[in-house]
């Protein structure tokens, strides 16, 4: 069984994820150009860590949870590399027609 985090623990959780949220919209009203979406992915990379490891208990659980996120960590770096693998090389071959 798992012992209850603090409440203590549990409201830093939650007031990260406001000010992190805040910060995320106060970003999407500048122009940063391509830097826009690096920083709000970034953002929400932190916002999702804080949630699956304090909210979810998954960094006080067994390592058979750490072990599946890492694997689902894996899943989708190799899925966002196959992507954009597909749309970067999209223009190398000439298609008849075009």
């Given amino acids: 069984m798992i012992e209850p985090l603090s409440r203590k ?5 939650w007031l990260g994820l406001l000010g992190l949220v805040l910060l995320n ?5 500048l122009n940063l150009g ?3 979406m690096i920083i709000a992915v970034g953002i929400a990379t932190v916002m999702a860590s804080i949630v699956a490891g ?5 960094l006080y659980d067994s390592k058979v949870v750490r072990i599946v ?3 689902g960590v894996i899943w989708f770096l ?12 999209r223009g190398w071959l000439g ?3 075009k």
Avoid: R
């Fill in 9 to 13: 623990s549990y409201t830093f959780a």
């Fill in 25 to 29: 919209t106060l970003i999407a009203f």
């Fill in 34 to 36: 391509p830097w826009n």
């Fill in 54 to 58: 304090f909210l979810m208990h998954a």
């Fill in 69 to 71: 996120l890492a694997g």
């Fill in 78 to 89: 190799i899925f966002v590399s196959l992507t954009l693998t597909d749309y970067m090389t």
């Fill in 95 to 97: 298609v008849p027609g």
